[in-house]
């Protein structure tokens, strides 16, 4: 090969090298772990000017923006670093998220970032086709108002999502049948719509763990255990570095079925006083002696209750006798799965409010390892976590391979 072959040789090898490291430089820059191309330098392991051609690349993509004149904070030496963020006019993906008292669409970019969600509904349809059309029709007219580019479409439901079929199987608080072939209706409604890119489904309280994980209390955990109520039930997740842990089927950490009370409340599995019935917010309204009224979601009344009337005896009563369940059910988890973080969210997150020390202290008497330091135990910190992990699905794609997945979707429209 003389010396002209062997440049065009090198160069292809390093364009290929480069654009191999697309997917990894988008996703440290999503997640808020590349500020600046000095660090995506570093994290990627490549010199600085393939650096500098792979940001380059993302920003001709229209997926981050590349500061090249960035302002020097006071006292620093020399030149700063580009400084990388996610570009606010770039492509969205379409949230959407199905619950007990309702849903809600929303449009989420790179970042994590919620761009628009329409007025949520509360009323949900026995017919899932009814209500996964309803909310699909919903996210299609915020895209069709934003003009943003569409990536691909992500729906969180509150029940185990067997993989891969894509079926609920066991959709508890809904009058869905079980076994609703959710993800296959899901796509089916968005390719109706005229939606681009492709859709993917979900349980809530995995999606919820995942956005959590990138850009919430949790990023930066290697081993990552999420417990949350949602309007109805109690759910858990596992990321295990930087992925979802699902199981062999997409079923694992039904932690809602640990029995926390024996001889507690009957559950919808069958069991007496799980986590599911025992820690969730009508369980918290029913032990404060509340009648649940039908103006807000019982999540939302339970909120309310304890931010307004914790004073109340018969409401601290509840709420302590929630946290000890709870405290007892996270106990038996970090002896299992030794994770390194525990992020709560939903009326969990309230009640890690309302007695901190109490539930840590429950927690650290109940489980082998928690006298030796124990795990922190933190509140998440994402307003709709569940929707916004809904669209890290369909960002997925895009942050494997950027070129191929938006290449995919080019020429569609909508």
């Not at 808020?32 to 330098?41: E, I, M």
């Not at 296959?184 to 968005?190: C, D, G, L, S, T």
């Not at 039930?233 to 009370?261: I, K």
Request: proline share 6%; charged share 20%.
């Amino acid at each position: 090969m003389n010396a002209e072959g062997t440049r065009v040789a090198s160069a292809r090898t390093k364009l290929d090298r480069g654009r191999g490291a697309l997917g990894p430089a988008l996703e440290l820059v999503h997640t808020g772990r590349a500020p600046t191309r000095a660090v995506l330098t570093a994290e990627l392991g490549v010199t600085r000017a393939t650096a500098g051609a792979v940001a380059a690349e993302l920003e001709a993509l229209g997926l981050i923006r590349v500061d090249s004149n960035p302002g020097a904070a006071a006292g620093s030496q020399g030149r700063p670093s580009h400084r990388l963020t996610v570009d606010d006019t770039g492509p969205v993906v379409l949230a959407a998220q199905v619950h007990s008292d309702g849903y809600r669409a929303a449009l989420v970019g790179l970042g994590g970032r919620i761009v628009a969600t329409a007025p949520g509904c509360q009323d949900v349809d026995a017919d899932p086709a009814q209500v996964i059309g309803a909310v699909v029709d919903a996210g299609a007219r915020l895209l069709a108002e934003s003009g943003r580019r569409c990536a691909g479409a992500g729906l969180a439901v509150p029940s185990a999502v067997a993989e891969p079929e894509g079926t609920a199987l066991n959709p508890l608080h809904l009058a869905w049948p079980p076994g609703a072939p959710v993800r296959e209706i899901f796509a089916q409604h968005v390719a109706a719509a005229g939606i681009d890119g492709p859709a993917f489904t979900g349980n809530d309280v995995n999606l919820t763990a995942l956005a959590e994980h990138r850009h919430g209390a949790g990023r930066g955990a290697r081993h990552l255990l999420c417990v949350a109520t949602g309007h109805r039930g109690v759910g858990g997740a596992l990321v295990l570095d930087g992925r979802l842990h699902s199981g062999s089927s997409g079923l694992a950490l039904e932690v809602g079925h640990l029995t926390v009370n024996p001889a507690g409340r009957p559950c919808h599995c069958g069991s007496r006083g799980c986590l599911d019935v025992e820690t969730d917010p009508l369980a918290f309204l029913a032990e404060a002696g509340r009648t649940p009224g039908p103006e807000v979601s019982l999540l939302q009344q339970s909120r309310d209750l304890l931010r307004e009337e914790y004073a109340d005896k018969a409401v601290r009563a509840a709420a302590e006798a929630l946290v000890d369940r709870l405290g007892l059910g996270l106990a038996g988890l970090v002896n299992i799965l030794n994770p390194d973080r525990i992020v709560l969210g939903g009326l969990h997150q309230a009640l890690l409010a309302a007695a901190p020390e109490r539930l840590r202290a429950v927690v650290a008497d109940r489980s082998l390892w928690g006298r030796s330091g124990g795990v922190p135990i933190l509140p998440g910190t994402l307003d709709h976590n569940s929707l916004v992990g809904a669209a890290e699905l369909a960002w997925q794609p895009v942050l494997d391979d950027p070129l191929a997945a938006l290449a995919a979707g080019a020429g569609k429209g909508r």
